[in-house]
């Protein structure tokens, strides 16, 4: 009988063996039919529209990913934004393109990189060739985006949310009284709001102030730009805002937002008047990410020796490696070493979309970009955010490019540290120290906040506030008390941060290229991406929607408890993943 079962046992062992084998034959399949995709890049036909879906389009870098053991796994996506707006610049000269339509696209990004894109499109209509745009809802950022279409559609039933910019602050204070856990703070900036949801229950006049500034900035630059586009005073436009005087088709076509109420089968048969195809016939077209990848080909054509290199940072500011959506001191140092090292590179272009994070990570990036410009120039070029440790980085280059709506600036400094004294005695539990020296425990979570260390974490949160300042005053040429005027954690709108000096120039990534090119002294070049991040199998895996099994746990959590409860909870663990002193944006500002 234990024959039998030894036997039986070996069978399926070999069984099992065989299927998981088998899977991962499909799934190393998978992995090379996707690596090799650029075998499959779309051929444009002539008499053809770029259809701009960008809902998956959120940082401004794509990224590239190697594997030094799996070479099917190196890739090079093209949905970044970069890939974007190089793309409509190449299809402004491209004879087969004879236009762009936005299809009920949501906008996935902020408003900085909606007005680069946008300024991106003005410049493509300079072509003489048409936008068109139709959706069965607008939101805010969606019709800030479309409204550079020469014709607006609406769904007769749609809905327009035009109504002005606001933001909505939580506080914590009675929180943490009613549970016991509380979040000891200490802060150089009368401005520096990110802590303050912890000792206050309501707005100091301080945050109110520099919050309406800041969204007075930022409503003004997109309320101009819709302005221009659809030949609209602005006072009309915030009447409209005021009484939501647009939220219905009719409404929106009266106060001229958009064009013409109809169905999608209408927009699209006007589209085919446009292109001269009959009714019945289907009109040629390629997805924005598609004629990306195909333009990126031509790129590889450019015989340049030259090169501008262009280091993305964005995301928070961490310690460690980083990747996409982080910046950790690892990739970035990696990334700025090769570009100074090259000779073939003449200038470097940092590309800031970052809120801030690690003192610590920031200091040392902060010194990575010094020793660049000891050998050749940088410029910065700020996306949506380049705030606190996002303008660490960026105060010591050369020259500084913002958005209008890019907020930057927070020039502060916090340190939080848990406390759960309170709920550790009201459940009864109780702890004591036995130490060799005065300081030798140091803090615990478990007993308050005594003077002396608070006075220990007050003293280090003063000394990288006044490096924070040193560093910025030394970049921009301005004295200690000039920064710290402007300082104290507040934030800025890039218009507002070029009156300050806190930037030189508004523009976008295109500027700054051009900027550092001139630096460099160079006329013929092509630009070089950095950083690169290292894919794993399992990362791999987690990037394939369309395996089950193969869902990162984000897009799992974010899809069981949805979008806006996701965002919360982001922001609970990012306060729980707080290591350290902190430069970090206050709050965020999201257009809706």
């Known amino acids: 009988m234990q024959f039998l079962k030894n036997i039986l046992s070996t069978v399926i062992g070999i069984f099992i063996f065989c299927l998981l084998s088998f899977f991962l034959l499909i799934l190393i399949g998978i992995a090379a039919a996707a690596s090799g995709g650029n075998e499959d890049v779309v051929t444009v036909k002539d008499n053809s529209v770029i259809e701009l879906n960008i809902e998956d389009v959120h940082n401004d870098y794509a990224g590239k990913f190697y594997n030094d053991k799996l070479s099917f796994l190196n890739d090079t996506p093209h949905d970044g934004l970069i890939n974007i707006l190089n793309a409509i610049e190449s299809a402004k000269t491209d004879d087969k393109i004879k236009g762009i339509t936005i299809t009920n696209s949501a906008v996935g990004l902020g408003i900085a990189q909606s007005k680069a894109l946008r300024d991106k499109l003005e410049d493509f209509k300079s072509s003489g060739k048409f936008i068109v745009a139709y959706s069965d809802n607008f939101s805010q950022s969606d019709y800030y985006l479309n409204s550079v279409a020469d014709t607006i559609y609406m769904n007769p039933v749609a809905d327009l949310d035009f109504k002005g910019l606001s933001s909505e602050i939580m506080f914590y204070k009675d929180f943490q009284e009613k549970t016991g856990i509380k979040m000891e703070v200490i802060r150089h900036g009368k401005y520096k709001s990110a802590v303050e949801p912890f000792l206050s229950n309501s707005m100091s006049d301080a945050n109110r102030e520099q919050i309406s500034e800041l969204l007075g900035s930022v409503w003004e630059s997109v309320v101009n730009d819709i302005s221009k586009s659809r030949n609209i005073p602005v006072d009309s436009l915030n009447s409209i805002a005021n009484k939501l005087a647009a939220r219905t088709a009719e409404m929106a076509k009266n106060t001229k937002l ?23 016939e289907k009109y040629n077209s390629v997805d924005i990410v598609d004629y990306a990848e195909a333009n990126s080909i031509s790129d590889l054509l450019n015989s340049a020796e030259d090169e501008i290199a262009v280091v993305y940072a964005q995301g928070e500011i961490r310690s460690g490696e980083g990747s996409l959506d982080i910046i950790g001191e690892g990739a970035m140092r990696k990334a700025l070493k090769e570009a100074r090292e090259n000779d073939n590179v003449k200038a470097v272009v940092l590309r800031v979309n970052s809120p801030g994070g690690s003192a ?6 902060w010194r990575e970009v010094e020793l660049t410009k000891q050998v050749k120039p940088v410029v910065v070029s700020m996306s949506n955010y380049a705030a606190s440790g996002g303008y660490y980085i960026s105060c010591g280059a050369n020259r500084i490019f913002a958005e209008p709506g890019t907020i930057t600036g927070s020039i502060g400094v916090f340190g939080m540290l848990p406390n759960v004294s309170q709920l550790a005695n009201n459940m009864g539990i109780h702890t004591e120290k036995v130490s060799t020296h005065d300081n030798a425990s140091g803090y615990s979570l478990f007993t308050p906040l005594e003077d002396d260390t608070r006075a220990i974490i007050t003293e280090g949160v003063e000394n990288i ?42 523009g976008g990534l295109d500027a700054a290229i051009a900027y550092a090119a001139q630096l460099g002294k160079t006329e013929s070049y092509k630009t070089v991406n950095y950083p690169e991040y290292e894919m794993t199998f399992d990362k791999f895996l987690a990037g394939k929607s369309g395996l089950p099994f193969a869902q990162s746990k984000e897009d ?25 002193n902190q430069v970090i944006l206050p709050y965020e500002i999201t257009i809706r």
């Open 556 to 580: 799992l959590i974010k899809e069981e408890i949805g979008e806006e409860n996701y965002i919360m909870l982001q922001r609970i663990r990012r306060i729980n993943q707080l290591r350290g």
């Open 258 to 280: 958009i064009d013409k109420v109809g169905y999608e089968d209408q927009y699209r048969d006007g589209i085919r008047h446009a292109l001269k195809v009959a009714k019945n």
């Open 360 to 365: 610590l990570t920031s200091e040392l990036i």
């Open 465 to 506: 506030y006044n490096t924070f300042v040193n560093r910025v005053a030394t970049g921009r040429n301005m004295t200690f008390e000039q920064v710290d005027s402007i300082a104290q954690g507040r934030v800025w709108s890039g218009k507002d941060a070029l009156n300050n000096g806190l930037v030189d120039e508004i």
